[in-house]
């Protein structure tokens, strides 16, 4: 089928597309069914990381010349077989907050960044990179999801 | 006719946030099949409140059997499938009441959605291969995304003028903007 076949096909479909949208408060049932979901307890494994090393502002790291020791807050946290790398760097008002994380971890694995305020989220990348910016000065705590488990950074403080 | 890669392993990665637990995922799940699983049992010829059922038990069923799909990228082959046995068990058991009441034709678009025959499988193709394209159509951009809903996606489609108002151009640049749109659509499908 080539391109103009193809084109023809898929106008065709959807002059015949007479679906309709469920009703809204069915809907909106569908999406709270999820919340029982959720409030179902656990069964994931946590491990609460801890420091083991931190790197202040204008400190050169370990083989880095000292001019090149930026205005980043460097802390590398273990948990279990796990590390995580987290990176704060002031960004006028506010803070960017870049980490890695050093384990096992699968597709759909994710970075969860939470305070009294909310929380947000991102996706690990290929190389368990994780990138939050924005962030107000604070106390938060950053979890690391993964299939196996939780790896939860406590009371960390920005700013 | 429709190359669905992309859109499985977007549903792959959909399953894999659900189980995290992410209701923002499970939210775009939601709404991303909720007109193709509202639309089974409603093209099979049941009502707004059988299809409801359906449609609840569908989503019911998904929560609890997340952790169990084996095939991620399969969720829209699951979906469907529970979707018409569901609507299957309803057809079987309101049977004489529906062949009594609502005619021969009636029974026959039932029958062609609640079995295996052929044309029960291409109603669910074409249902299907309709949410693929309503799936690619959400991920046009907004100008394009209104010039082919409004013109393509509506029981009455909307004239050019209507367009050109909607999305504030001239209306003869509609014609060209359209095909644009429709030949970035069907490179999303290739």
Redesign the interface.
Known sequence: ?N?QE??E???S???????????QD??R???N??????AEP?TLRRWIAVLVSELAPGRPALGERSAAAGKARQLLYQAGDAAVEVEITPKGKSFELNGQFLGEF?????AVLSSEDGSR?CGLSEVGGFAFDKVAKGNYDLVV?TEAGEFAVEGLAVG | MINDSQFTSEDARLVLRCRRGQQAAWDELVERYQRLIFAIPRRAGLSEDEATDVFQEVFVTLVQKLDELEQPDRLRSWLVTTAKFKTWAVVRGRKPEAEAGEGEEHSEMMAAIADDSPAADEMLIELEQQHLIRTAVAKLDERCRKIVSMIYLRSTAASYAEVAGEIGVGETSISPLRARCLKKLEKLLR
Do not use: H
């Open positions: 089928m391109s193809r084109l096909k898929i106008i479909l959807m002059e015949r597309d007479d679906s309709i949208d469920a009703p069915t809907l049932w569908a999406k069914l999820f919340a029982v979901r959720a656990s699968q597709e759909g694995s994710i989220e999801r």
